[in-house]
């Protein structure tokens, strides 16, 4: 590219760039995962429109740090091959200044042989930023390209915690009116899901559409070259309307005429690497037997509402086991903790998340929207009961939308938690 077009360009994000400073944003948890002194690049990655520019741009800047930045997704540098690279790099000098120690890469993976560049960087002791929302920014190339020097941070849509400060619901005063108001907020939440830029979309079916097809045309078709666009959706579709199902290989390949089993499989494998989708195994001491009968989970519940043919309605139930599965990820993903399904047998009852640290069962979780009938609280609670003495583990909790209480059966301790309480809990694991 001529280098006086490449310095006009970045002159321009640069002036985008100071526009947004002065915009209120909310601060993320995941902001204190950043390693500024590091020699590790620090690499954010997570679903389209989530927020992972905007988190590097503030901890950077609540840093002091001075820092180049180049936006990689611009349509006016798609054409930008590695070679092109360090021309980018000298133009960063001219605009930013040659003591610059700090660069943020925005979306650099669609630059083919990126990893190439970011290490040479890391050699020269300067302090990488990098995002990404695709497959070819993932654990598994990471590790490859990267080969061990980064600090992988993965950022998902706001929690109920930042969705209540974007929408200024006061949290830390448990006034009768306060409580109100994040239970009237956590209904919306369920509703709405935690994309932040959705608060201030008129259209937020046309928006939410566009990133469920950005995503599959752009973060899936073209990176693994398909030809089947349609039969893609068609899936994403079904696992927006049935979050929390079994996905069944065999009832899905028959049912959705999108191909064979192993087309299924792979299509599955796309939408969670696209981070669309989040699945989640049933949870057995043999590691071989928990490739089978995995839930699948979506990244955010706003896709089920705004979102054309959504055949699910409000379905508070599915979206509130959704939700908190995605608040346990936050949470769990800094200290590498994992998150399963029990269920042991056909027969047995089932309990949604076990949350285990080295294949050891450290808190069981249950979830329900309504436990006012004492037959539905009793069949929660017995099978937490349940599965406590069968994997050894007394940390039972049930999350509902009701008061938060102690509830005793069969002589074992159930904590029965507000669902709004227990999402605004301390995320400290």
Known sequence: MDKQRLLQILLDQQEELD????????????ARQFEFNSKLAQVVIGVRRCGKSTLCHMALRDKGVKYGYVNFDDDRLYKLSVEDLNDVLETLYIIYGTDTEYLFFDEIQNVDGWHLFVNRLLR?????FVTGSNAKLLSTELATHLTGRYNKIRLYPFSFREYCKARHVTTDKPTTK??????????????EGGFPE??????????????????ITKDIK????LRNEEGIKVLANHFINNVGQLANVKDIT??????????VRNYMDYLTQA?????ISKFLYKSSERIRGDKVYIIDTGLMTYRHNALSSENLGWRLENVVLMELSRRTNPSYQDIYYYRPGSTSREVDFVVTDHSKATELIQVSLDISNPKTLKRELMALVEASRKLKCD??????????????????????????????ADSSY
């Open 222 to 225: 073209a990176r693994f070259k």
């Open 124 to 128: 020269l002791g300067l302090h990488v």
């Open 395 to 424: 940390n039972l909790t049930l999350v509902a939308m009701s008061q938060t209480r102690t509830e005793i059966l069969d002589d074992v301790k159930i904590n029965v938690i507000s669902a709004h309480q227990w999402l605004l």
């Open 254 to 263: 028959e049912n959705l005429g999108i191909g064979t089993a192993k087309t």
């Open 198 to 215: 959705l608060d201030g979309i008129s259209n937020r079916h046309a928006y939410v559409e566009g990133i469920v097809n950005t995503i």
């Open 19 to 30: 526009s947004l400073a002065s915009e209120d944003y909310v601060q993320r948890q995941e």
């Open 275 to 279: 981070f669309l989708t989040l699945p």
């Open 178 to 191: 306060n409580l109100a108001a994040q239970q009237v907020a956590l209904r919306e939440y369920l509703l």
